[in-house]
């Protein structure tokens, strides 16, 4: 096998040319391969973060209460019984939470936004607060300072708000100013003055459309009893058995009695309308996972994939191409060599062997200059730290500045596939080469 290698390395060094040209096609492929392997790979990575920290837990206990069959509360009318019950059926969770749902206008004196509010309890928000990062002045804004101000302990004063630095720069307002919220209930308008305790950094697109109040806000505002939650958010220490742990938790709370919607996923407030439509009365649990949470946008993952399969299936096909053509040229320039080889006592697989030994270094080889490319782009854009400015792409890439995570698995991912790919285009030539018969390969050169 070395001196395969070695043979191998040799062709390609004395075919240097068409090896450059090759090489530099399979460099170029690979690096925007592994680009778009990184920046899918972050979106994925961010819905999880964005949908884990703002509105989700990685299984969510959430409900409606009808006391009318036109209507549909976003509500838990009994959450510390529907903990107890939680509990019971999976001791074995990291964490566990739960907060109000509401929806209602944010008024500042420049502007107004519709948001979901969050009804928190301070004490329980640990893992959501360590997850946030105050943000600095300039981010909200413009010619603002590098100061932070404001203070997440803040949040556990009376009538106070932690809103989103997107948000603050859109209603033009500080720590410290006043926002009225006005929300529906009842067919009857209620409003709250709330004081900015914090802002927060951006956490993906999905933050400018989230805020967060003390929990006894929600309750004053909709005028709930104390026993009310709007869903208990379950925390796991291994994300991936989060569907698993559902079916668990739906088997066992029908055992305890409580009555539970069919499984949708899509997240609660795409489900106003149809629950409305149904013929029930009283409280119905609907369990859901992070990812129903987020349903409506992972089909920016679902794109990214498709494009990144798209381009690289036709680069590919050209790559392929290319290969096979060059392996040919390389077959017919060498078919006297090839003969005396064969002469000597050199096996077909020898010959195959080495043809497509070639053609894998020169996979390898070409797709580590083209890793080490996209390496230094993606850090390079990584340390500008570039804002996105235009909503669309902020939406697409869930976040607001353009920053892609590398992971060894996407390099190693992009070394084996073009390697194998370049292997496998010079399998028919490499075939062709091995079955030349010494004296016709010798006569041909003649």
Same mark, same amino acid.
Request: glycine residues 8%.
């Given at each position: 096998m070395p001196m395969l290698l070695e043979i191998a390395f040799r062709n390609l060094l004395q075919a240097r040319r068409?090896?450059?040209?090759?090489? @530099?096609? &399979?460099?170029? *492929?690979? +690096?925007?391969?592994?680009?778009?392997?990184? #920046?899918?790979?972050?979106?994925?990575?961010?819905? &999880?973060?964005?949908?884990?920290?703002?509105? +989700?837990?990685?299984?969510?206990?959430?409900?409606?209460?009808?006391?009318?069959?036109?209507?549909?509360? %976003? @509500?838990?009318?009994?959450? %510390?019984?529907?903990?107890e019950a939680v509990k019971a059926i999976i001791p074995d969770y990291e964490s566990m939470i739960d907060r109000h749902r509401g929806w209602g206008r944010v008024i500042s004196p420049a502007a107004s936004i519709n948001v979901g509010m969050n009804g928190i309890t301070f004490e329980q928000e640990g893992r959501f607060f360590k997850s946030l990062r105050l943000a600095h002045e300039d981010e909200y804004v413009v010619g603002g300072t590098k100061e932070v101000h404001g203070s997440f302990d803040d949040m556990k004063g009376k009538d106070t708000v932690l809103i989103f630095a997107a948000q603050a720069k859109k209603l033009e307002v500080k720590v410290g100013d006043t926002l009225t919220v006005v929300t529906e209930a009842a067919g009857q308008s209620n409003t709250a003055d709330l004081k900015i305790a914090a802002i927060a950094s951006d956490v993906g697109f999905m933050s400018n459309y989230n805020i967060y109040v003390p929990r006894q806000t929600i309750l004053d505002l909709y005028r709930l009893n104390d026993k009310s939650t709007g869903v208990v958010m379950l925390y796991l220490k291994n994300p991936e058995e989060s569907l698993a742990v559902m079916d668990k938790l739906r088997k066992g709370l029908t055992e305890k009695g409580f009555l539970l919607r069919d499984h949708e996923p899509n997240p609660f407030f795409f489900k106003f309308e149809k629950v409305m439509g149904e013929d029930w009365l009283g409280q119905k649990l609907d369990l859901t996972i992070w990812s129903d949470?987020?349903?409506?946008? @992972?089909?920016?993952?679902?794109?990214?994939?498709? *494009? =990144? &399969?798209?381009?690289? =299936?036709?680069?590919?096909v050209i790559i392929i191409g290319g290969i096979m053509n060059s392996m040919w040229m390389s077959v017919r320039e060498?078919?006297?060599?090839?003969?005396?080889m064969?002469?000597?006592?050199? +096996?077909?697989?020898?010959?195959? +062997?080495?043809? *497509?030994?070639?053609?894998? @270094?020169?996979?390898l080889f070409?797709?580590?200059?083209? *890793?080490?490319?996209?390496? &230094?782009?993606?850090?390079?854009?990584?340390?500008?730290?570039? %804002?996105?400015?235009?909503?669309?792409?902020?939406?697409?890439?869930?976040? =607001?500045?353009?920053? #892609?995570?590398?992971?060894?698995?996407?390099?190693i991912s992009t070394l084996i596939l073009f390697s194998a790919l370049t292997g496998f285009a010079a399998l028919f030539p490499a075939l062709k080469a091995a079955k030349l018969r010494p004296v016709e390969a010798l006569m041909h050169s003649k």
């Open positions: 068409r090896t450059l040209l090759l090489g @530099l096609a &399979i460099a170029i *492929v690979a +690096s925007l391969f592994l680009i778009l392997r990184a #920046v899918s790979s972050s979106v994925s990575e961010r819905m &999880i973060e964005s949908a884990t920290t703002l509105s +989700s837990g990685h299984v969510n206990v959430g409900g409606f209460f009808k006391t009318r069959r036109k209507d549909a509360a %976003p @509500l838990l009318n009994d959450g %510390p019984a529907i903990k949470e987020i349903s409506f946008v @992972l089909w920016v993952t679902s794109a990214l994939d498709l *494009v =990144s &399969i798209f381009v690289i =299936s036709v680069l590919g060498r078919i006297k060599e090839i003969g005396t064969r002469a000597i006592g050199a +096996s077909k697989r020898y010959i195959g +062997s080495i043809f *497509v030994l070639e053609a894998v @270094l020169l996979g070409s797709s580590a200059a083209g *890793v080490l490319l996209g390496c &230094i782009l993606v850090l390079s854009m990584n340390a500008f730290n570039i %804002p996105i400015t235009n909503d669309g792409v902020r939406l697409f890439l869930m976040s =607001s500045v353009l920053n #892609v995570n590398l992971h060894a698995k996407d390099i």
